[in-house]
């Protein structure tokens, strides 16, 4: 195994061949169009409104040919073949080129590291070898039948729902690692976190219920449930006497796969006593939890407990079980730490406790360990700490302040100013990190002596631009009074080597076949057709690509 290195962000875009930007403009010039074929169908009082909850699938039928459109299609499809390149002499745009020639020409695979920006080259066998060796932990063989069934009775299911032509089959994408470079047994013994991409549409639909069964919960229940770090930064402002106070801070080992059918089904009962929960949300939700895992040629269910129970890390409403579940534990906490001084982002538990002494601290330790294993679940906690790092934060009781936090060797890196995105995202890049590194400081004061590492990866990124702190009006925004409209946005891909202005002769077009005395210009116009540029193939995606 060896290093792959690299000294910028993954998420940097090198310049595509004329070819695959050609493809990438027709496959968003399509989709474009099919939208407008929609809309002239529905205007024209053609098309039946929506009579059912399609939970966001979008039909996959393609509407018919519409003559109203034809000079238009016409004109867009001449755009596109006529679309003229240039040359771009650019040294990091050329650096990138490099480095995409060399991990082409690899006949190793470029392995992620699960905590850092770290990429390793590891050869197919050896690849293979730690792969097998993550999924036979926990998995099992299964036979064929398994996955034949499971699409039956999701069909059986979103038949009924009156979706069926909306969804797909279970896509068999093989199983992939990403390395833990942070354990101490690195590199003597290579440990790795096994991630399952294979998943069931259904799982959006169970996104949705659970999403609903959520936000009742929280609302009902009070808990501190954190969904980003502006919350836990809320919630440390509220808390009164800090001197007094001492962190508690827990993690639960393997979230994810920890979670039981009993614990599930607890959870589910607990949210019935606030909402309902019909029986067709419930199977909805367990036909989500049937996961397969594939690999090469091989397909693979769960050694131990309900092959059928699953919640695998990536699927679609794993973050929403999880949330359920931590709902449900949080409320169980209550009778050891108050509700209001103790909160989940995810597996990552955060508390207070007021005034106690270090036996009672450990006494209150001991008792959230045994709650959690009554449950199914191990957890790794820390207590009677003052300052703790959480998230993208350091909260410290002592002076009443939060400021940013990064882990060790794992500075900031940003996209290149030379990078092949969007002007506009290039240049709101300063301003967006200038108000998100204010937004997680306590003060002007915490922010001048957190900005030095950030202007510094802005500066090797290009950018001459520096830092400035603003801070947070939130209270001083006012409500938007704009009517909201139902607007067709067209994203054709940005390329620094196209000479062709996209946009200019889209809006072109636009007013040309859409004029005032076209009955369509109600429906087809500047505030109703608009356009936002999309991004080609990262360097992440690249070499995604090249494993596979």
């Not at 926990?138 to 039948?145: A, D, F, G, I």
């Not at 969804?167 to 390395?179: D, L």
């Not at 009902?220 to 402002?237: G, P, R, Y």
């Not at 790794?380 to 400021?403: A, C, G, P, S, W």
Request: proline share 4%; charged share 30%; with cysteine.
């Amino acid at each position: 195994m060896e290093t792959f290195d690299i000294d910028y962000s993954m998420k940097n875009i090198p310049l595509p061949s004329k070819e695959e930007y050609i493809i990438q403009l027709i496959s968003k010039t399509e989709h474009l169009i099919k939208r407008m074929r929609w809309k002239v169908l529905e205007f024209m009082g053609k098309l039946e409104g929506p009579t059912k909850n399609t939970y966001g699938f979008k039909s996959r039928k393609c509407p018919p040919t519409i003559k109203e459109l034809a000079k238009f299609e016409s004109d867009m499809m001449y755009m596109i073949k006529n679309v003229e390149f240039r040359k771009i002499d650019s040294e990091f745009l050329n650096k990138i080129k490099n480095d995409i020639e060399e991990i082409k020409s690899d006949k190793r695979l470029f392995v992620s590291a699960d905590k850092s920006r770290n990429i390793y080259k590891i050869a197919k066998e050896d690849y293979n070898k730690l792969i097998k060796e993550n999924i036979t932990k926990t998995y099992k063989k299964s036979h064929q039948n398994k996955l034949n069934n499971i699409n039956k009775d999701t069909k059986k299911l979103v038949t009924k729902l009156e979706i069926a032509d909306r969804i797909e089959k279970m896509q068999e994408n093989n199983a992939y690692i990403t390395i833990k470079d942070h354990k101490e047994t690195f590199p003597n013994k290579i440990p790795c976190r096994l991630i399952n991409p294979a998943k069931s549409d259904i799982g959006k639909i169970s996104k949705s219920i659970l999403d609903r069964i959520n936000r009742i919960l929280l609302t009902e229940t009070n808990v501190n449930q954190w969904k980003n770090t502006d919350s836990v930064i809320k919630w440390f402002q509220e808390i009164s006497e800090k001197k007094s106070c001492s962190f508690i801070v827990f993690d639960i080992e393997s979230f994810y796969p920890s979670i039981s059918e009993t614990l599930f089904n607890n959870a589910i009962n607990f949210a019935k006593m606030y909402t309902q929960v019909t029986a067709e949300d419930l199977q909805i939700i367990l036909q989500a939890r049937k996961t397969l895992l594939f690999y090469e040629t091989n397909t693979w269910v769960k050694k131990s407990g309900n092959e059928d129970f699953d919640v695998p890390m990536g699927c679609f409403d794993g973050a929403e079980i999880c949330e359920l579940v931590g709902i449900f534990l949080l409320t169980k906490l209550k009778d050891i730490v108050n509700i209001d001084d103790i909160g989940l982002y995810r597996d990552d538990g955060l508390g207070v406790l007021k005034n106690l002494s270090g036996p009672m601290i450990d006494r209150k330790r001991k008792d959230i360990i045994k709650l959690f294993k009554e449950h199914g679940l191990s957890i790794t906690i820390e207590t009677n700490i003052k300052i703790v790092n959480y998230l993208d934060i350091q909260m410290n009781l002592n002076d009443n302040t939060y400021k940013p936090f990064r882990k060790a060797n794992n500075p900031p890196l940003y996209i290149h100013k030379e990078s092949n995105h969007p002007s506009s995202i290039i240049k709101k890049l300063p301003e967006s990190i200038s108000k998100r590194v204010s937004e997680i400081s306590s003060n002007e004061a915490v922010f001048n002596n957190a900005k030095n590492i950030y202007n510094t990866a802005l500066k090797s990124s290009g950018f001459n631009e520096t830092l400035s702190y603003t801070p947070s009006t939130e209270n001083n925004r006012e409500k938007s009074h704009n009517r909201k409209r139902k607007i067709i946005w067209y994203n054709p891909p940005f390329s620094k080597n196209v000479k062709t202005n996209i946009g200019k002769m889209f809006f072109k077009l636009i007013k040309k076949h859409f004029p005032k005395e076209n009955p369509l210009s109600k429906i087809f116009n500047k505030n109703t057709l608009k356009l936002s540029y999309s991004c080609m193939k990262n360097m992440s995606s690249i070499i995604s690509s090249h494993n596979k």
